[in-house]
């Protein structure tokens, strides 16, 4: 059930599709064996009820009559028991965050935003993660990668994209993103330095399925040098994967299709 709804949530994520995410996160001790379970609500109706049918009403009323700004907590009653869910939600608009404001970044936000992304910045230098130099973001996060990891609702982005300074940021950022529903999971490197890091995570437990979904080193082969060239490469990936397209020359298509 719970990786259907993930299942679910990548597909959505990939056609810009929205939802709210309903997750019980407490529950009397009769219904202990429900925490964690989740549900979706699409085009107004949801999925598949949470609990039963009678409680997803109650859900239901309360999505319905709250206006949703944020991650919020909501408790509800039902049959003299007191439960709490946690509400968030997957925008309709594709929302891209990239982690690490250098070089690469720049060129990269303007490209995910002239591509229909509306993109999170994220960086822990002043110098760096600033309006100025992205004015295409739709937000600048000046913050440690680890706090502001914790506070962004990770489950709305559809590309994420690793593109930090360093080894030990790279690891922390992948650690955090990994298992999150996003089609499209990337991460700057050589391929020396991106065995070393999926070495490590696999040694420290993390899902080897999941790993296997990480883009890296990231981007198309374009022969890229420049980090204008670099960024079209991933944008062109992100692309790619979105439209689930061959990555194939059209004039290629095109010599194979008068051959047929």
Same mark, same amino acid.
């Given at each position: 059930?719970?990786?259907?709804?993930?299942?679910?949530?990548?597909?959505?994520?990939?056609?810009?599709?929205?939802?709210?995410?309903?997750?019980?996160?407490?529950?009397?001790?009769?219904?202990?064996?429900?925490?964690? $379970?989740?549900?979706?609500?699409?085009?107004? *109706?949801?999925? =598949?009820? &949470?609990?039963?049918?009678? @409680?997803?009403?109650? #859900?239901?009323?309360?999505?319905?009559?709250?206006?949703?700004?944020?991650?919020?907590?909501?408790?509800?009653?039902?049959?003299?028991?007191?439960?709490?869910?946690?509400?968030?939600?997957?925008?309709?608009?594709?929302?891209?965050?990239?982690?690490?404001?250098?070089?690469?970044?720049?060129?990269?936000?303007?490209?995910?935003?002239?591509?229909?992304?509306?993109?999170?910045?994220?960086?822990?230098?002043?110098?760096?993660?600033?309006?100025?130099?992205?004015?295409?973001?739709? $937000?600048?996060?000046?913050?440690?990668?680890? *706090?502001?990891? =914790?506070? &962004?609702?990770?489950?709305? @982005?559809?590309?994420? #994209?690793?593109?930090?300074?360093?080894?030990?940021?790279?690891?922390?950022?992948?650690?955090?993103?990994?298992?999150?529903?996003?089609?499209?999971?990337?991460?700057?490197?050589?391929?020396?330095?991106?065995?070393?890091?999926?070495?490590?995570?696999?040694?420290?437990?993390?899902?080897?399925?999941?790993?296997?979904?990480?883009?890296?080193?990231?981007?198309?082969?374009?022969?890229?040098?420049?980090?204008?060239?670099?960024?079209?490469?991933?944008?062109?990936?992100?692309?790619?994967?979105?439209?689930?397209?061959?990555?194939?020359?059209?004039? =290629?298509?095109?010599?194979?299709?008068?051959?047929?």
């Amino acid at each position: 059930m719970k990786k259907d709804i993930f299942v679910r949530l990548q597909q959505l994520a990939g056609e810009a599709g929205a939802a709210d995410i309903i997750t019980l996160i407490s529950a009397p001790a009769q219904q202990a064996g429900s925490i964690g $379970q989740m549900m979706l609500i699409t085009g107004g *109706q949801y999925e =598949e009820p &949470l609990i039963d049918e009678e @409680f997803t009403r109650l #859900i239901m009323a309360e999505v319905n009559r709250a206006e949703w700004k944020r991650p919020m907590l909501i408790t509800i009653e039902y049959a003299g028991c007191q439960y709490r869910i946690f509400w968030d939600k997957l925008s309709r608009q594709k929302s891209a965050l990239v982690l690490g404001a250098g070089h690469i970044s720049q060129p990269l936000t303007q490209m995910l935003a002239m591509v229909g992304y509306a993109v999170t910045v994220v960086d822990d230098r002043p110098d760096f993660a600033c309006t100025a130099r992205f004015p295409q973001a739709e $937000q600048v996060v000046c913050q440690n990668f680890s *706090q502001a990891l =914790e506070e &962004l609702s990770l489950s709305r @982005f559809g590309a994420i #994209i690793i593109v930090t300074r360093g080894h030990r940021s790279d690891m922390e950022c992948l650690r955090a993103v990994i298992d999150q529903p996003a089609a499209y999971v990337g991460m700057i490197g050589s391929q020396g330095r991106v065995r070393v890091v999926i070495n490590t995570l696999i040694e420290e437990g993390f899902d080897k399925d999941a790993l296997a979904r990480l883009r890296a080193p990231i981007g198309l082969d374009i022969g890229a040098e420049t980090p204008a060239e670099i960024a079209l490469g991933i944008v062109s990936e992100i692309v790619a994967v979105n439209r689930n397209a061959s990555c194939q020359p059209m004039s =290629e298509k095109r010599r194979g299709k008068n051959n047929g």
